[in-house]
């Protein structure tokens, strides 16, 4: 008689070696943000390549903090679930740089460190989170925790159309970017049109990613990285304003869809976190 196999069931732990791995790039993302968003007139000097104008650097150095803000929350957090949508994102986004890098070769500063770095940090890191992604899922029930609140249908559908468009708007700058380049509201060049590309697919496969999933508990944390970064993008707009072509009406938009963001962000985690509250009081009674 065959003996059946047992299954351990999915008890969402995150297993030691993701909590390193999010340990060891979290450096890198902080010393990103610090050249990029506090000194973006030093790209030249001090990253893997010259930025110009600054709005790039800064949209770039406050994606990165961002990115190390959910890593940090990645380390201590007590569940997988709590993290899971996040990887995908990031492996899209790092693949997308990793091929921009390729592409356009000629424009990096070829022996500085920063550069050595980038081209180590977006040949491995692509595969390396995807890879646990992958093994990471076995470990998700799939199903809310004790006092977890359900994210209204409506509002799953909501942001799974605007993850689309904005991963849309970011596979159009990176694989055609002479068809935006003229469009766009400050001054890019082939380089920083695909690199802007791929920080716009981030949060576009966030969103899709958010959205398949009900629990507010696996959205909570990435939708409070993405606030972080909308945040310091509006104020990064702000110290470079200047730059902006305000006869163009793509800087406004970008301004007002930025803006409507932040709050849309807001005003959904204020409505969950008290339905979540309600939910642990009743559970306590």
Not at 124 to 144: E, K, M, Q, S
Not at 189 to 204: D, E, M
Request: glycine share 8%.
């Amino acid at each position: 008689m065959i003996p059946h196999t047992i299954h351990a069931p999915a008890d969402d732990h995150i297993p030691t070696v993701t909590r390193v791995v999010a340990a060891l790039i979290v450096p890198f993302l902080v010393a990103a943000f610090a050249i990029l968003y506090l000194l973006p007139d030093e790209t030249g000097r001090l990253f893997a390549w010259n930025i110009k104008p600054r709005m790039t650097a800064l949209l770039m150095g406050a994606g990165y903090i961002a990115g190390a803000y959910f890593f940090v929350r990645t380390i201590f957090a007590r569940r997988w679930h709590y993290v899971a949508v996040g990887f995908v994102p990031v492996t899209s986004f790092a693949s997308l740089l990793m091929i921009a890098t390729l592409l356009h070769w000629d424009r990096f500063n070829h022996g500085h460190i920063s550069f050595i770095t980038w081209v180590a940090l977006y040949a491995t890191t692509p595969c390396i989170v995807f890879a646990l992604w992958l093994h990471n899922r076995r470990y998700d029930p799939g199903v809310p925790d004790r006092d977890d609140a359900i994210i209204p249908g409506g509002v799953r559908i909501m942001m799974a159309g605007i993850g689309a468009l904005i991963l849309i708007a970011g596979a159009v700058l990176f694989i055609w970017p002479a068809l935006l380049i003229p469009f766009w509201p400050w001054d890019v060049t082939t380089v920083t049109a695909r690199t802007l590309g791929a920080w716009f697919v981030l949060p576009g496969v966030f969103g899709v990613m958010i959205a398949r999933d009900r629990r507010w508990s696996a959205a909570r944390l990435a939708l409070q990285s993405q606030f972080i970064g909308i945040a310091l993008i509006l104020i990064g707009a702000l110290r470079a304003w200047d730059e902006f072509d305000r006869t163009n009406p793509l800087a406004w938009i970008f301004i007002g869809g930025m803006t409507a963001l932040a709050v849309g962000i807001a005003m959904l985690f204020v409505q969950m976190e008290r339905r979540r509250a309600k939910l642990t009081s009743q559970n306590e009674r």
